[in-house]
């Protein structure tokens, strides 16, 4: 941020005495918002069991009588499927389509009236599972098996009994390794048809009668229903008040115990993590929780559920998996060394966000040697000792890949800005810890490593920093996780960001969000892909420069698009040309990396930020942009802070009203256009002497103020404001 000039603060204490005697009429006042009934966004299903929303009747084909007959009270679906007559007669699957609604995750059961056939072997019913109706075939969308399990071929096969009964999916197979199901499954949509793999002869036949009485859903993952709800947010934009709440049902989807059998099978369960409560990247696949993928998912887990294990299991089992060289595993997956250079930076960041956010001080002390062994062994060893850059070459970091396995080399910067965003956040845990010889080690170092990138890696030519190299030179390339890391870090100052920015509105732009890179030369089809995950990033830079306006319309592009595409509800792993999911079928359409919109609301719009431990300091900082007032509750562990403001641009008014629990300090900055305006606390002046406004050319300041009480307190700004 690049307010200049000194800011004062005030003592509420002192001043509260003083406000209980004043008068308070004749001043323009709050208008009500309507009522805190945020409940209704909520997407997750009332209880565990989910019935299915609809039939899909333009994917019913074949013999099917009754197609809606599974639906309660309805009656029961039959399915008829005769051998043919002869080579040259029709014979179509009867197969239905069944819609859940929204994307879930869990465990389907079937209620068969039984099943009849005139030859031997039960009637077969083969499943397939899709997160998206533009993927689903006859296989699911993606299972196991298309990531080495190998009981299934992509479907799950029931040999149905004659008498009726409930089947559940469960992975395992009826008979030795014949009529095998996967599951666990992520979903929208299923596609049940009457059919049999020759495979599984003789147990299952294509032919015969099967009634489905009804099909339910037993939701796996965390059931995130009003009840359980620790923090929320709501606006004057309707859009952004639902997408918040999506935002936390795609990460409550990807909260869940870790098993042995739902998870990604390449080499991923570990005992150390079986059985726990964890953050998996998404709800689908990998199903194997990333700690990059926390730096976002674990943000919108604190802000709305009271869940911090599920994100501190993960960290404290990477932790105690590193390695004698510092280097922490990304994830469990093939036993902990799938080799990323970026993400045990991204493990420190999370390990500050866990303590800023929950105030976790056990887990700190006890990885505080891990937070040194890797900023202090792991990558001093992968730094041009010239530069003080990291240089991707150096050491061991050849042939890593990062969160989109990148084939980047060379002084990233993107790899540096989050190593100074590292640097940063340790500094300030190991002051929290008193090791004041760590904190100026660290701090002294994130400041050599941010001149470097300034005077090595920008490109004054386009106003943006440079990606890495080829071969001796820089890559006639910008990417969008540097760009937008210098900012949120401060490596790039005032005119540097403004720069960056504009760049990256101007060549990353797209109808779906902003590509992570502007251009093709690292990889074909980059300039047209799009990471929530990375344009988060994006997103928190503009707000940090004043940019509320630029920072809206890239969320209304992104979310916007997400929204009414299909599935619809949950966030995505990745876009690609044309706006499709970016890996096709096997893109997760659930992805807790793709939820920023949950922390970047509340930290921007509501404007709530930790800055110490738990919340014990924080800043309350709303860059407001377009939209008239928010409301909302962020959750701490010594209880809620709550905020509502509104503001009325063309009268010159804004209102702020905020309570925070005993033993904490905020300061709290509103918005004013221009120094003469006038701003009063709980109704009183504030004395000009008292406090400094701060401008960026053109732009709005800030006055701030000091809240070290639990009451309620309302700053005011306007002519009309005061008593
Ligand atoms: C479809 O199946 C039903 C129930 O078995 C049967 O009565 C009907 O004749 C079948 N229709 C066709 C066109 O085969
Ligand atoms: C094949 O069976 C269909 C009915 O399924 C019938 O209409 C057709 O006449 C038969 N063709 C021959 C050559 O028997
Ligand atoms: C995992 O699935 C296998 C069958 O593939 C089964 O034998 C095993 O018991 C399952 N393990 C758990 C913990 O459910
Ligand atoms: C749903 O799953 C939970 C947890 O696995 C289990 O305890 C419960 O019995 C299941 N409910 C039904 C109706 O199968
Ligand atoms: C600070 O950290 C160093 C290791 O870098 C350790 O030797 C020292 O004991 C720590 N001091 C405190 C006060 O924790
Ligand atoms: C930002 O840094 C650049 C390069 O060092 C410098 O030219 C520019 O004046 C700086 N801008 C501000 C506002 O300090
Ligand atoms: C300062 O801002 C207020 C509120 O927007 C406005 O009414 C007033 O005209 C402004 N004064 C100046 C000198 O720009």
Same mark, same amino acid.
């Not at 075939?137 to 080495?148: A, H, V």
């Given at each position: 941020m690049f307010l200049r000039g000194i800011l004062l603060f005030h003592s509420f204490t002192s001043l509260w005495n003083a406000i209980e005697?004043?008068?308070?009429? !004749? +001043?323009?006042r709050l208008t009500p918002e !309507?009522?805190?009934?945020?409940q209704k966004y909520v997407r997750s299903p009332p209880s565990p069991i989910v019935y299915p929303a609809r039939i899909v009747a333009s994917y $019913? +084909? &074949? %013999?099917? $009588? %009754?197609p809606e007959g599974l639906f309660t009270g309805k009656g029961s679906t039959l399915f008829t499927r005769n051998a043919p007559t002869n080579a040259t007669s029709p014979d179509i699957p009867p197969t239905i389509v069944v819609d859940f609604g929204q994307n879930i995750a869990g465990y389907l059961s079937v209620s068969f009236g039984g099943s009849y056939n005139s030859t031997p072997g039960r009637p077969g019913i083969r499943l397939a599972f899709s997160e998206t109706l533009e993927y689903l $075939?006859?296989? @699911?969308?993606? =299972?196991? !098996?298309?990531? !080495?399990d190998t009981i299934t071929p992509g479907s799950d096969q029931i040999a149905v009994s004659a008498q009726p009964y409930t089947w559940k999916d469960a992975h395992g197979c009826e008979y030795g390794n014949q009529v095998c199901a996967d599951g666990f499954h992520g979903f929208r949509y299923v596609k049940v048809y009457l059919d049999a793999l020759a495979a599984d002869a003789p147990y299952t036949t294509s032919y015969g009668q099967v009634a489905v009485k009804s099909m @339910?859903? %037993?939701? =796996? &993952?965390y059931l995130g229903t009003p009840e359980t709800f620790t923090g929320w947010f709501k606006s004057s934009d309707e859009q952004l008040n639902q997408w918040w709440f999506d935002g936390v049902y795609t990460t409550d989807l990807c909260t869940d115990i870790f098993g042995v059998n739902d998870t990604d099978p390449r080499n991923s369960a570990s005992p150390s993590i079986i059985g726990k409560l964890v953050l998996h990247d998404g709800a689908k696949r990998d199903r194997d929780p990333y700690v990059g993928d926390l730096a976002v998912s674990a943000r919108t887990s604190y802000l709305s559920h009271d869940i911090p294990l599920a994100t501190r299991n993960v960290l404290a089992?990477?932790?105690?998996? +590193?390695?004698?060289?510092g280097w922490i595993p990304p994830a469990s997956i093939n036993g902990y060394t799938l080799p990323l250079l970026d993400y045990p930076l991204w493990w420190v960041v999370c390990s500050y966000d866990l303590f800023m956010y929950t105030g976790d001080t056990a887990y700190i002390q006890q990885y505080y040697p891990n937070i040194i062994k890797v900023l202090d062994t792991f990558y001093p060893s992968i730094t041009d000792s010239r530069t003080q850059l990291l240089s991707k070459g150096f050491g061991v970091s050849g042939g890593y890949g990062d969160y989109a396995f990148i084939g980047r080399t060379g002084p990233v910067t993107y790899y540096n800005a989050l190593y100074v965003l590292a640097l940063q956040n340790a500094a300030t845990i190991a002051n929290f810890l008193s090791n004041d010889t760590d904190a100026a080690r660290w701090t002294s170092r994130a400041q050599l490593v941010s001149s470097a990138i300034n005077t090595y890696n920008f490109d004054s030519s386009v106003g943006a920093f440079y990606d890495g190299t080829c071969g001796d030179s820089y890559c006639n390339t910008h990417a969008q996780d540097g760009n937008s890391l210098s900012i949120v870090t401060g490596v790039a100052n005032s005119s540097r960001a403004n720069s960056v920015l504009s760049y990256l509105s101007q060549a990353n732009a797209r109808p779906y969000g902003n590509a992570f890179y502007d251009n093709d030369v690292v990889s074909g089809g980059y300039s047209q892909r799009v990471y929530a995950f990375v344009s988060y990033f994006e997103i928190e830079a503009r707000f940090i420069a004043g940019q509320a306006d630029t920072a809206l319309e890239e969320i209304r592009r992104l979310y916007g698009w997400m929204s009414t595409?299909?599935?619809e509800i949950t966030q995505w792993e990745g876009i690609g040309p044309n706006g499709q999911p970016y890996e096709g079928a096997y893109t997760s359409m659930a992805h807790g990396w793709g939820t920023g919109i949950v922390p970047v609301l509340t930290n921007y719009i509501l404007g709530v930020i930790p800055s110490g431990h738990g919340f014990s300091i924080y800043t309350i900082k709303p860059v407001p942009g377009d939209i008239e007032w928010a409301k909302g509750v962020v959750p701490t562990p010594k209880g809620p802070i709550t905020v509502n403001w509104q503001q009325k641009k063309v009268l010159g008014l804004f209102f702020l009203t905020a309570t925070a629990p005993a033993g904490t300090q905020g300061t709290v900055y509103v918005p004013v256009s221009n120094s003469t305006v006038p701003v009063y606390l709980d109704s009183i002046p504030i004395p000009n002497s008292a406090h400094e406004r701060d401008f960026e050319e053109g732009g709005v300041g800030y006055v701030s103020v000091s809240i070290s009480d639990s009451l309620t307190h309302t700053i005011s700004v306007g002519y009309n404001a005061g008593p």
């Open positions: 005697a004043a008068p308070y009429e !004749g +001043q323009a !309507g009522p805190d009934d945020w $019913t +084909q &074949g %013999n099917v $009588t %009754n $075939t006859d296989f @699911s969308d993606f =299972s196991r !098996g298309y990531n !080495g @339910s859903m %037993n939701f =796996s &993952g089992d990477l932790a105690d998996h +590193q390695r004698a060289d595409h299909d599935p």
